[in-house]
């Protein structure tokens, strides 16, 4: 149970770009779907964009989706975020996380946040217009 940690966070503005990183100490057999999410000021987390552990899915929110970009290195323990086309609405807290698949319909989409973890200490967007 350790927890990740993200980088490569940073002040943006709208229209830029950013890579975010995200250390696991390892790749949890049974974690499913390897997660970003974020969590704007005064909302809830939401997942943004979800890598399956297995073949070549992947899912995105709506909001973001065409724009960001998850993807992993196997080798190294690494999930990425890559973010473009970034606006203001985009700026928040991310975090990185892995965990179960749901039981049925898409497994890794619209994961819950509290069935996901540990959690780092995320890394902050912040996008300005």
């Known amino acids: 149970q350790v927890p990740p940690a993200e980088s490569g966070g940073g002040s943006v503005q709208a229209g830029g770009s950013l890579r975010l990183s995200c250390a696991h100490s390892?790749?949890?057999?049974?974690?499913?779907?390897l997660v970003w999410f974020r969590q704007a000021p005064g909302k809830e987390r939401e997942a943004v964009a979800s890598?399956?552990?297995?073949?070549?899915?992947?899912d995105y929110a709506a909001s973001v989706n065409g724009r960001f970009t998850i993807s992993r290195d196997n080798a190294n323990n690494l999930v990425y975020l890559q973010m473009d086309s970034l606006q203001p609405e985009d700026t928040g807290v991310y975090y990185c996380?892995?965990?179960?698949?749901?039981?049925?319909?898409?497994?890794?989409?619209?994961?819950?946040?509290?069935?996901?973890?540990?959690w780092g200490q995320g890394t902050q967007v912040t996008v300005s217009s």
């Open positions: 890598l399956y552990s297995y073949g070549t899915m992947a």
């Open positions: 390892k790749f949890v057999a049974g974690a499913l779907c």
């Open positions: 996380a892995q965990g179960p698949a749901r039981v049925g319909g898409r497994p890794c989409v619209n994961p819950d946040p509290r069935l996901f973890g540990p």
